[in-house]
């Protein structure tokens, strides 16, 4: 139980564990850091690319949450150093009717999102794990990281963030997962 609000920590169906599972669709053909860029385009006044260098001058924070994954594990107290999504989204100023994120990775991987799941001070793109640089079996040099969905929707090898009026369906999206994903009502797969 939570202190704060003796809610569960621990959604239906989870089961901790202490490990980092590393769960991957394809094989991506990985970016290192010095060619790595994140845009940030669509529905928004001021559309940026970042390189890696103008990521890293954004102020950072640390971040601690619990993580869920779809295939019913969950990983608690997480510790990221990363970019908040508020700070990005003050850069790019998304317009009143972009009300939707679609998350682009290398390799062709995509996750769709909901504007306000990124705000709220929760959501971050992430740079660090537990102290250390991300790896890149877990998304490194950058991922988003999205704790109130499952985790398939915190997109490794995060490269693009396009803002739109337009719910498009992201890579599990489209083989049958949830459109939303959240882990506690259990929103695993349609249907």
Not at 4 to 15: E, F, H, S, W
Not at 98 to 109: E, F, M, P, Q
Not at 134 to 139: F, I, K, P, Q, S
Request: charged share 30%; hydrophobic share 35%.
């Amino acid at each position: 139980m939570s202190d704060q609000d003796d809610k569960p920590r621990i959604p239906p169906g989870q089961v901790v564990t202490k490990k980092f599972p590393v769960m991957t669709a394809g094989t991506p053909k990985i970016t290192s850091a010095e060619k790595w860029t994140l845009t940030l385009d669509g529905k928004v006044e001021n559309p940026l690319e970042l390189s890696w260098k103008e990521l890293k001058e954004l102020p950072t924070e640390d971040f601690e949450v619990d993580i869920h994954c779809v295939t019913k594990w969950s990983k608690l107290d997480t510790k990221w150093r990363g970019v908040s999504l508020e700070t990005l989204i003050d850069l790019v100023k998304p317009l009143p009717e972009a009300r939707y994120v679609s998350a682009v990775s290398d390799g062709d991987y995509s996750a769709n999102l909901r504007l306000p799941d990124l705000t709220g001070g929760c959501a971050f793109v992430a740079t660090h794990f537990d102290g250390a640089p991300l790896t890149a079996e877990h998304g490194g040099p950058a991922r988003l990281v999205v704790p109130g969905l499952y985790f398939w929707k915190s997109a490794k090898w995060l490269r693009k963030l396009t803002f739109s009026e337009y719910d498009y369906k992201g890579f599990w999206e489209k083989l049958g997962y949830h459109n939303y994903g959240d882990p506690w009502k259990e929103q695993r797969y349609r249907g």
